[in-house]
T-cell receptor, first 110, second 111 residues
């Protein structure tokens, strides 16, 4: 599976809109872009996923570049509860395998 | 019920003794996973079952065993625990091409 590159950490303030970047220059046509987040002492939580089109749900907006070589997870109006490590993961369609990278540690201050 | 249940939440084991961790889900998911999570590290995939077929990662092949007696249950077995096995063990489940649901984990401490 292709690899992703994310910044190690990002800082934000409550109420801000946060843009978390992910680079996946060698993504294959059948690889989906998944985002999970994890806080200490809990299991990872699904945030969103997409293939080509931008997607939105109650948690976040996923913007996917037209060439699919990068994506951005947009968190509107972050709160302290959004502080977590955010993982951008590529997962092949039809495959069950889900491999985590190091992710971006998002810090939210009040 | 979209929860993955893991028992126990905390487990203390002695070096050299076996450890058995249990996981269950009632979502009729075809895939169940086990991950190992150590502090300040990403979750590491150990193995997963797709239906009755076990897939183990290459570097965990001989260290961890697993069984899935039915669709709902999956166990992770360590034959002889070492200090390096101290970690959080996460169970997860999914259907192919849908989101993966994670349990809250079992924190294993080996002494």
């Amino acid at each position: 599976d292709a690899k992703t590159t994310q910044p190690d950490s990002m800082e934000s303030t409550e109420g801000e809109t946060v843009h978390l970047p992910c680079s996946h220059a060698t993504i294959s046509g059948n690889e989906y872009i998944y985002w999970y987040r994890q806080v200490p002492l809990q299991g990872p939580e699904y945030v969103t996923h997409g293939l080509q089109q931008n997607t939105t749900n109650s948690m976040a907006f996923l913007a996917i570049a037209s060439d699919r070589k990068s994506s951005t997870l947009i968190l509107p109006h972050v709160s302290l509860r959004d502080a977590a490590v955010y993982h951008c993961i590529l997962k092949r369609g039809g495959s069950a395998k889900l491999i985590f990278g190091e992710g971006t540690k998002l810090t939210v201050s009040s | 019920d979209t929860t993955v249940k893991q028992n126990p939440r905390y487990k203390l084991a002695r070096v050299g003794k076996p450890v058995n961790l249990i996981c269950s889900q009632t979502m009729n998911h075809d895939t169940m996973y086990w991950y190992q999570k150590k502090p300040n590290q990403a979750p590491k995939l150990l193995l997963f079952y797709y239906d009755k077929i076990l897939n183990r990662e290459a570097d965990t092949f001989e260290k961890f065993q697993s069984s899935r007696p039915n669709n709902s249950f999956c166990s992770l077995y360590i034959g002889s625990a070492g200090l390096e096995y101290s970690a959080m063990y996460l169970c997860a489940s999914s259907r192919v091409d849908t989101e993966v649901f994670f349990g809250k984990g079992t924190r294993l401490t080996v002494v």
